[in-house]
């Protein structure tokens, strides 16, 4: 007895589609034909069907099928335990992150360990923590977050700083929020150069850093920054 394409996927549980995407894979023989063209299949070709659908269903990809044999059963075997425990580390590492986000309203996109700051955010800094968790390592990326201590007054003035501030509203801005750069950098002292804290190249981490900063803030906002570096620099060189 024979079955024709769709009586065959029918027993093997596949689809006519699946089907004729395994022949053209390679990975099931084409049949025998009628005189009038029809596809007559065998017990072999359902025997192959099942044999597939049995092994993607133990995950092995169908673009290795092919190369999948008897001799190099353990290898495989072993080869795809082993990427079915990654894949549970990072499902698992996801369910534990969606649990955080789900205990606040944090953007979903932000990096988990910030959820929990993510209110105290402005937009521009939700911006800067996410391209961050990016360039910077983990542990990096946890001394930045033991920064965090709640928004401050000076958060809101730097937020509202007009962009027409003239030399001495930045000059005072600045210098109220030296204090706290300070104390962060004796805490963590990579701060003082940011770059030390990525794998990347720093010339890239410079760059990149500087370019989404002139992006995100205002002209006058990255005054107040410059002149709070600049400050900063000044002091430690004196207490240096």
């Not at 589609?17 to 359902?46: F, S, V, W």
């Not at 425990?85 to 932000?110: D, N, Y």
């Not at 805490?187 to 760059?207: H, K, M, Q």
């Amino acid at each position: 007895m024979t079955w024709s394409t769709r009586r065959l996927a029918e027993i093997a549980g596949t689809t006519v589609k699946a089907i004729r995407y395994y022949h053209r894979a390679g990975l099931l023989d084409e049949p025998e034909r009628t005189a009038n063209g029809y596809k007559q299949y065998r017990t072999d070709h359902l025997v192959r069907l099942l044999q597939i659908r049995r092994m993607s269903e133990l995950g092995i990809p169908l673009a290795q099928l092919g190369a999948f044999t008897a001799e190099n059963r353990d290898e495989a075997v072993a080869e795809l335990d082993a990427s079915l425990a990654a894949e549970i580390v990072r499902l698992t590492r996801v369910r534990a992150e969606l649990a955080a986000l789900s205990a606040t309203s944090a953007p979903l996109e932000l990096p988990p360990r910030f959820a929990d700051v993510a209110d105290q955010l402005s937009a521009s800094e939700r911006v800067l923590v996410l391209v961050l968790s990016r360039l910077f390592d983990e542990s990096a990326l946890g001394d930045l977050h033991a920064t965090f201590r709640g928004r401050t007054a000076i958060d809101d003035d730097f937020d509202a700083l007009p962009d027409d501030a003239d030399d001495q509203q930045i000059a005072e801005l600045a210098e109220r929020m030296v204090p706290e750069i300070l104390d962060s950098q004796r805490r963590y002292p990579w701060l003082e150069i940011p770059s030390a804290g990525s794998e990347l190249d720093p010339v890239v981490f410079e760059e990149t850093v500087a370019t989404v900063m002139i992006e995100l803030f205002t002209p006058a906002q990255l005054r107040v920054l410059v002149a709070a570096d600049a400050l900063g620099q000044r002091m430690r060189d004196q207490e240096g």
